[in-house]
Structures are given as structure tokens and as C-alpha cells.
């Protein structure tokens, strides 16, 4: 049997795309016949503190749906401070350090980047001509963080550029989750060898969307990471609430100014706080649309939510630009407005009445995810590579 070893920031318990995202691949490759292990650190997103059941232990193993999951130590920091963000990636890499020192490693190393230390450490360390790192981007750093803000083109910023290019370099196969990012790396690596892996879910479409509407009131929903990046604490305060209600599911470093905002405001805001995966979707049933947001334009991001939402039919409204935007307007799978135009944003849910959001648009989409987002169809293209 073929082993494979995906090193990674963030798995389940942790919740949120990255750790999903990393859980449907991991399934994947074993269900396909792969023997799969996982390192991880011990859990500790989006908090910043190790979770209750893990904390004082410097490793954790068990097997899992059969993979091996091995959780290392790490000081655990989500600060805005960058000092203690960098000693929490630099804690995970010398972890993984004392991990590659005293264990065997498969032929076969998936790594997820960013953080672009950790994979850094990866391919440096476990660089052989008798291995295969397949380095898995799900977005592109440094430039994500320039455009988000987070960096300023200085020393600091071309050192990280030089690590980004470092890892696409030792790479033997990047995997890109969107176009945007696979011709970025083409750009400064012609001949390297790349696949365009989506973050299409591993889950069943649902057979039956709930209508819960007794007014003519539409309910939008968001779901997901309250962080900088989705801008949701802006997005309460820039909607017009006419003839509309906004519900929230999530949590992140937003959670108490939205918490905030809500409780000082008379408003139709409703604050859920974080559910289980599989009750998300069973809520995300009772609403008419769901909002896509991110504050900027971030060049190579695409959210997993588009082909979450899509497989369980629920119409969306994309605010974020980009290859997502032009998803969404390929697909059909609902309205766009442009990115960080609240004022356009707030004409396009004007026009969308909940009598135009009728059964048969929800059947569409749902048809559009099960034969152009198919979670099968494309693992077994990538086992075919790796």
C-alpha cells in the first residue's frame, strides 16, 4: 500500500475551511487506498490557546477513520503581536524538526502553505531525490498579506518572497486551489509541474431546501471565519436592514465587536456563535441567501464556501472579486457585487426579493456542483500523480 504523509497547521477538531479542506484529503487518499498519517499541531485554532483536552502535552497520537494523526507541540498564539506569531510557526517547526529526526517518512510528503515558514522547514529538511513533496497552496504569501495589509514591502516582505520561492522551487508538484495561484507560481517557475486541486467538500447534497419564510423578510446568512480578511463587523454596519435580516454563524477575532455591535443596535442581526459542520448545514437550510464577503480583493483566493454552498443549493451573493466572482457568474449560482462597493452591494440585495429566489435556481445549482464540483472525479485525478 502506498503511504503518504500530509503535514499541515490545522485539522479537525479545529474548525474552518483550512482544516476541512486538509480532513476531505486525508479521507480521500485513504478511502482510495493510500495509508495516510497526519501532522498537525495540537489543536489550538481559531483561539490561539490548546484546546482543554490537550493542554500540558507536548504529543498526541491515535488513529482516526483509520489515519494516523500525530499532534505536536506548539506555543499556541493567535496575537496581532508578529513577534508571537512568528515563535508560535517557529515552536511548530522545530517540533516537526524533532519529528523528522527520530521518525521513518513515507516517499510521498503532502505540505500545506502557508504558513510559509513551516513549509520552508518542510522542504528543507525533507528534500530526497527519493522523495515527492507535493506542496499544497491554498493562498498566496506574502502577497496575500500585502494586499490585506498585514505587510508593507520592506526587508521583511522580500525575505518571505525569497522562502515563498524557495518552497515552490524544492517542490516536485504544487497544487493550487485556484487558477490565480497555479499561473503565479508558472510566472516565476515555468516548468514546474502544477494541478489545480478546488476545495470542493466531501459531503451528500441535500434532497430537500426548508422554507421557513412566514414574511416577506429576506434572510441572509454568513458562515464561517470572523476574521480581518471576511470584514463581517463592516458588513453589519454598512447594510441596509430594510426588509432584511442578517444571521451570523462563526467565530474569529471579529466575534466581540460583532457581539458588541449587535447588542448597542436595534437591528435584525442575529449572532449564532460556532455549531458543529454537520448542523451548519442542516441551519444553513432555513435561509434564502448566504454572503460571501471578503474586505479586499485578495489575488488567488478563492472560499471553499462557493462549492459548499453549491452542493447544498443555496443561492449566494459574492463580494469579494476575483476567480470567485467569476465562478459564481459562470456557474449561475447567484449575484455578485463588486468588491468593497457596499454601495453597489446594497443595490444588488434590493433587487434580490425572496420571489426571486425560487425552487427551481436551487435545483440548478445544486446540478451545477454534483457534475462540475466533484469531490471523486478529482481525487482520483490527483492519486493519479502523486
Known sequence: MKEVLIITNYFPPETGAASNRIFHLASGLQKSGFNVSVLTPLPNYPTGRVFKEYKGKLRVS???NNIEIHRLWIFASNSKNKILRLIAMLSYSFSLIWYFLWHKIPNKVIVQSPPLIVAFTCMLFLKSKKRKLILNVSDLWPLAGFELGVFKK????KILEKIEYHNYKKADLVLGQSQEILNHVLKIYPKKAVFLYRNYPDIKIQNLRLNTRSDNKLKMVYAGLLGIAQGVFKLCQELDYKNMEFHIYGAGAEKEKIEAFVSNNNLPI????EVTREQLHVELLKYDLAIIPLLNRIYGSVPSKIFEY???GLPMLYFGGGE??????KYGLGWVAESGDYEELKKVLSIIKTQNIPPPLS????????????????????????
Open 62 to 64: 491515535c488513529s482516526e
Open 154 to 157: 520592506n526587508l521583511g516582505y
Open 270 to 273: 442575529f449572532y449564532h456563535g
Open 310 to 312: 453549491a452542493k447544498l
Open 324 to 329: 470567485g466572482e467569476d465562478i459564481v457568474k
Open 363 to 386: 435545483n440548478h445549482i445544486k446540478n451545477t456542483a454534483l457534475e462540475n464540483f466533484n469531490f471523486d472525479i478529482q481525487l482520483k485525478s490527483l492519486k493519479n500523480i502523486i
